[in-house]
């Protein structure tokens, strides 16, 4: 079997920019904020991120997002499963679907998992907890990608053993 070169699998070039969004921005510089920022209320502005994304985190959580501000301790676990677990999982994800690796079948299968019940504990919270957003509609819309990825990613990976190949002689 040869490795199909990614600009001949379009399914995974979504799951590509998804991994990339989550390493360069998400992870690294929006779930570090909240990392490194104890108190939204009362803090010295860190060395990274920048001062201008801080203050971009803190509108949207001004404006849409209270549970962003609020930090309660359960909040601060999905944060760190993320820097810790997931944004190691983004590179090598990056570098598994550029390359066509298969390896990476059963890690970002089980990452599905895990992110899909963090998300519905967010959303619920998002909801009808005490931190729920003013902003129901926006929330939904901005945390949307991060319900469909992980269907779609296991889907991807769970329905063909091969998913980088095409068979010789096709």
Same mark, same amino acid.
């Given at each position: 079997? +040869? @490795?199909?070169?990614?600009?001949? #699998?379009?399914?995974?070039? %979504?799951?590509?920019?998804? &991994?990339?969004? +989550?390493?360069?921005? @998400?992870?690294?510089?929006?779930?570090?904020? +909240?990392? @490194?920022?104890?108190? !939204?209320? +009362? &803090?010295?502005? !860190?060395? $990274? !991120?920048? %001062?201008?994304? @801080?203050?971009?985190?803190?509108?949207?959580?001004?404006?849409?997002? %209270?549970?962003?501000?609020? #930090?309660?301790?359960?909040? #601060?676990?999905?944060? $760190?499963?993320?820097?810790?677990? &997931?944004?190691?999982?983004?590179? =090598?994800?990056?570098? =598994?679907?550029?390359?066509?690796?298969?390896?990476?079948?059963? !890690?970002?299968?089980?990452?599905?998992?895990?992110?899909?019940?963090?998300?519905?504990?967010?959303?619920?919270?998002?909801?009808?907890?005490?931190?729920?957003?003013?902003?129901?509609?926006?929330?939904?819309?901005?945390?949307?990608? $991060?319900?469909?990825?992980?269907?779609?990613?296991?889907? #991807?990976?769970?329905?063909?053993?091969? %998913?980088?190949?095409?068979?010789?002689?096709?």
């Amino acid at each position: 079997m +040869n @490795v199909l070169p990614l600009r001949k #699998r379009p399914f995974d070039i %979504p799951i590509v920019i998804f &991994f990339a969004i +989550n390493l360069f921005l @998400v992870t690294y510089i929006i779930d570090l904020e +909240n990392l @490194v920022i104890a108190d !939204p209320s +009362n &803090f010295q502005y !860190p060395i $990274w !991120p920048l %001062p201008f994304m @801080v203050d971009v985190i803190h509108w949207w959580g001004k404006t849409f997002d %209270p549970l962003q501000l609020a #930090r309660p301790p359960w909040w #601060r676990a999905t944060i $760190w499963l993320d820097a810790i677990l &997931f944004g190691p999982l983004y590179a =090598a994800g990056l570098y =598994a679907f550029i390359k066509g690796k298969e390896w990476i079948r059963i !890690p970002v299968v089980f990452y599905s998992g895990v992110l899909f019940a963090n998300v519905v504990i967010i959303m619920f919270e998002e909801m009808v907890g005490p931190h729920r957003t003013p902003e129901r509609l926006m929330v939904w819309l901005a945390n949307l990608p $991060w319900l469909i990825f992980p269907i779609y990613i296991t889907a #991807r990976m769970w329905m063909n053993p091969h %998913p980088f190949t095409e068979k010789q002689g096709s």
